[in-house]
């Protein structure tokens, strides 16, 4: 299996001479096994990507968005095959849990003309939609991707991802579930105890993953001014990959306010200051950086 990084920019894009080493692009995986085209978030990253394409087209490409925000599904309408007679284009995600459409709803949205010049009826590719639930599982060939509920202001699919023994688990973004109660507090308990058993149910998914891609979009001290805006730190994606006995874990969602210097330096001080044995590999997530498990 194959894995490369498209798109490794939380929120918005920020290309510029600062974010050169790391890229600019929203999120956006590329992941490869056998003969199988399979798209982790459509950001801004899968423009490049699309690029890449052409001499494999008419093909099928299976992509999965792990949420509605504009930095997981900006690049969709410029996923230039979509364009294109012949290929066969298939989107899984969630259903809009606003207004319970399907995950057709992310082209249909995008793709009016306010927005766009090109309307989906006028897409050229066969297009497949397919709305998942949490816990669904999708066969792609040979190919089997695990739906897992994570924790967001809205529902964020984590994917995992296997191929002949291996696998990589990609959270999308996702923040520690906390209790909103102080101890003492009359629901107090009764949240400690759902969030154990929400965390044990997302550690199982993710359980010896090869791979670990997870939100690490804040250090330990900027996280106290953004409880709640759904990200988790460098900190809480160790403990998890150290939990789950994950292989290699890989940061991403950078902060589009950080220049790569600026990535690289609260990287160290988190690892330095972390308490934690990390008897793993940890990387920043880099565009172009490829995986090969
Ligand atoms: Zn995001
Ligand atoms: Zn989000």
């Known amino acids: ?3 490369k990084f498209w798109g490794v ?3 918005i894009p920020s ?6 080493r790391y890229g600019g692009n929203t999120t956006c995986i590329e992941i490869r ?3 199988e085209l399979i798209i982790l978030d459509g950001g801004t990253g899968i423009f490049p990507l699309s690029q890449t394409l052409f001499p494999e087209l008419p093909r099928h490409m299976h992509i999965f968005i792990t949420h509605s925000h504009w930095d997981h599904i900006q690049g969709l309408p410029f996923f230039m095959p979509i364009f294109i007679p012949s290929n066969d284009i298939h989107l899984y995600g969630a259903s809009d849990p606003v207004t319970q459409q399907g995950v057709e709803r992310l082209y249909d949205v995008q793709l009016q003309y306010s927005y766009f010049p090109i309307r989906e009826a006028e897409l050229n590719a066969n297009m497949h939609y397919q709305s998942l639930s949490p816990g669904e599982v999708v066969q792609v060939g040979d190919v089997t991707i695990t739906c897992v509920l994570m924790n967001h202001p809205v529902t964020n699919l984590g994917y995992r ?3 002949q023994g291996k696998s990589v688990f990609f959270t999308g973004d996702h923040e520690p579930p906390y209790n909103l109660c102080k101890p003492g507090e009359e629901d107090w308990e009764v949240y400690e105890d759902l969030i154990q058993q929400k965390t044990e149910d997302m550690d199982a998914a993710m359980q010896n993953v090869d791979v670990l891609i997870a939100d ?3 250090t330990a001290d900027e996280y ?6 759904g990200h988790g730190t460098y900190e809480t994606c160790i403990a998890m990959a150290q939990r789950v006995g994950a292989k290699q874990l890989y940061c991403t969602h950078h902060e589009p306010t950080r220049s790569d210097d600026m990535l690289e330096q609260v990287f160290e001080e988190a690892l330095a200051q972390s308490s934690l044995k990390i008897d793993f590999n940890v990387q920043l997530a880099k565009e172009g950086l490829t995986i090969h498990i």
Do not use: C, F, H, L
Request: glycine share 14%; aromatic share 12%.
């Open 161 to 163: 991802v296997e191929y």
């Open 9 to 11: 920019r939380g929120s």
């Open 15 to 20: 290309p510029g001479p600062n974010t050169v």
């Open 224 to 229: 106290k001014q953004k409880q709640g805006w």
């Open 216 to 218: 690490a979009s804040y």
């Open 1 to 3: 299996m194959q894995i």
């Open 33 to 35: 096994a056998g003969d």
